[in-house]
T-cell receptor, first 114, second 109 residues
Framework: DGGITQSPKYLFRKEGQNVTLSCEQNLNHDAMYWYRQDPGQGLRLIYY???????QKGDIAEGYSVSREKKESFPLTVTSAQKNPTAFYLC?????????????FGQGTRLTVV | GQNIDQPTEMTATEGAIVQINCTYQ??????LFWYQQHAGEAPTFLSYNVLDGLEEKGRFSSFLSRSKGYSYLLLKELQMKDSASYLCANLDSNYQLIWGAGTKLIIKP
């Protein structure tokens, strides 16, 4: 079955540590996105990528980094520079320049700083 | 700038009808999406409108007016499981999804 998979579902990080969130899709989608969602809030774009080996900053990229070495994979690293990383992180993908470009979401990763 | 507005919260009664509005101002337009998100879960797709008019899908319908930059999601025969946040998103000229903050819908018995 085609889909988008995030892991882990829950992640705990000590202050000062970097952590990497995984996102893999087998939908052959060109575009992939990382969003952050805080309680009671909407989705805020961290980074997005429309093609392999290229990515763009979203609205809240500071303290985060990404890579897009393969079409299927778009991992997000939350660095120690991100001062308030506790949040729900969502990865999404969609096709580009097609008539119907519904975004599919992974199950999400809940990151907590301990 | 790009902007999508929706009410923060709405309350409705089980069995009733509710309309959730969304207005948008974005650079270009390639479609308007509605997603449902239950607490702690990922959003799931509900509807997509690219032409003006009403799209009906079971208990849920979505309406679009491109000239007014306006859409609404209509939920009929409300059930308790419809309690969730409803997100409006616009696909802009660069095929980027611009998201509203979401409307939290509370269903009361």
């Amino acid at each position: 079955d085609g889909g988008i998979t995030q892991s882990p579902k829950y992640l705990f990080r000590k202050e000062g540590q970097n952590v990497t969130l995984s996102c893999e899709q087998n939908l052959n989608h060109d575009a992939m996105y990382w969003y952050r969602q805080d309680p009671g809030q909407g989705l805020r774009l961290i980074y997005y990528s429309q093609i392999v080996n290229d990515f763009q900053k979203g609205d809240i990229a500071e303290g985060y980094s990404v890579s897009r070495e393969k079409k299927e994979s778009f991992p997000l690293t939350v660095t120690s520079a991100q001062k308030n990383p506790t949040a729900f992180y969502l990865c999404a993908s969609n096709g580009l320049r097609t008539l119907y470009t519904e975004a599919f979401f992974g199950q999400g990763t809940r990151l907590t700083v301990v | 700038g790009q902007n999508i507005d929706q009410p923060t919260e709405m309350t409705a009664t089980e069995g009733a009808i509710v309309q959730i509005n969304c207005t948008y101002q974005t650079s270009g337009f390639n479609g308007l999406f509605w997603y449902q998100q239950h607490a702690g879960e990922a959003p799931t797709f509900l509807s997509y409108n690219v032409l003006d008019g009403l799209e009906e899908k079971g208990r849920f319908s979505s309406f679009l007016s491109r000239s007014k930059g306006y859409s609404y999601l209509l939920l009929k025969e409300l059930q308790m499981k419809d309690s969730a946040s409803y997100l409006c998103a616009n696909l802009d000229s660069n095929y980027q999804l611009i998201w509203g903050a979401g409307t939290k819908l509370i269903i009361k018995p």
